[in-house]
């Protein structure tokens, strides 16, 4: 019976709650359902901190990868004088680009591909982030056919950062970042809770800033998301 009401019951909080995901019931020890931890960074992608961020997020998926869903907000100015993107960028309009290619990236290949593809550019040099030729041989490393994929259709096909569906992205990662507060690059979120800032150095970390912090904090949100209390009322 109360199986029978969970079959019932999950698939439609699945459907509302989009970080959710059902293991297949072949492995009974294993819990039934697997909330991922929403994990973001409040970044601008030609920034150092943002850099030294994406470093230590390496470190942190290293250890956690299952258990968290990473994502990159950018922080920026709207400004309709600006003709390529109606925002300004701290780091110039290259920067803009930049965050374009890395949401259009994002939205179109998998979460390694995303990632790989962000570190090679970062790799690259903080300078040359947001440049077409960049972005088209990171896509390469990061194995994303930039013509097929959407990807180059988000971004634009000559790597440019300016195809409008990326900019549209971006203009919506602007506003989230704009609603969560966020105006610091870098910006820590886990569970949508600020827990960490670098700008220029660590502020305002009350649960540390090293990888094995992180990896900790991120794995008790794990626990208690995952600990049936907060949203299965019927279980
Ligand atoms: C808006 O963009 C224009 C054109 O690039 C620039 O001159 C101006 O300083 C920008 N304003 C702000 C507030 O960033």
Redesign the pocket.
Known sequence: MLLSLKLLILPALAAAVPHIVFNDQTNPGEPLIDVKVPVQLGVMSKCPDALLCEATFNGVLEKVKDKVDLSLIYIA?F?S??PDFRL?CMHGAEECAGNVQQLCVAKYSTRDQWWNFIQCQNFEGREKIGRPDVALKCAGVAQIDWETSGAGQCAGLDGDGKGSEGVSLLHNSVRLGQHLEITKSCTVLINERKVCVHDGTWKECENGHTVSDFVRQINDEYDKLNSGEDFLPFA
Do not use: C, L, T, Y
């Open positions: 100015k400004n004088s600006e300004s």
